[in-house]
């Protein structure tokens, strides 16, 4: 089955990729930046992908535009629903990638973080897929969690801090 991997960091995408290749995927990855806040936390997610998915010969489909103001406009004032509008945001995104791409699915690496959502996740990709005529690939891969941490450690990976918006940074720092 030909893929596409909504990927929001390398670390993240370490366990996935490997359960989707032994799976005999094929495999294209797509980072998705609107979210990410500041921008410089932005470019180092992405450089790292860039280094990793060079070093495992995985083709990466990257945002060239940054619409910062885009995602904050279209969750101001619904910060507390924040997460449902994002996931929404980023599978659509990738479902377009994908329906363009002529691929037969699409997936998120959101799915390997215990942090998140995964019924909400789920119920979201798989209406979108519904829309575009596509199937949203659900797997837990919460299993492979600390293989995943452990893996992104011995390669020296930056590893950030929270999920990427400008709501997670300050619940994660501001105490």
Sequence with gaps: MKLLLHT???????YPLK????????????????NIHPFTECQKREETLKHYSQSIDLKVI????YKIEE???????RERDRCRYCYYDRLKATAL????GKFQAFSTTL??????NHELIKETGEAIAKNYGLTFFYHDFREGWKSGIEESKKLNMYRQQYCGCI???KERYFK
């Design 8 to 14: 929001c960091c390398a670390p993240c995408s370490i």
């Design 19 to 34: 359960v989707l290749g032994q799976m005999d995927m094929d495999v294209m990855a797509f980072f998705y930046r609107h």
């Design 62 to 65: 990257y945002q060239s535009d």
């Design 71 to 77: 995602f904050l406009q279209s969750v101001v004032f």
């Design 97 to 100: 990638v994908a329906k363009k």
């Design 111 to 116: 799915l390997y973080s215990k942090f998140q």
């Design 167 to 169: 709501y997670s940074e």
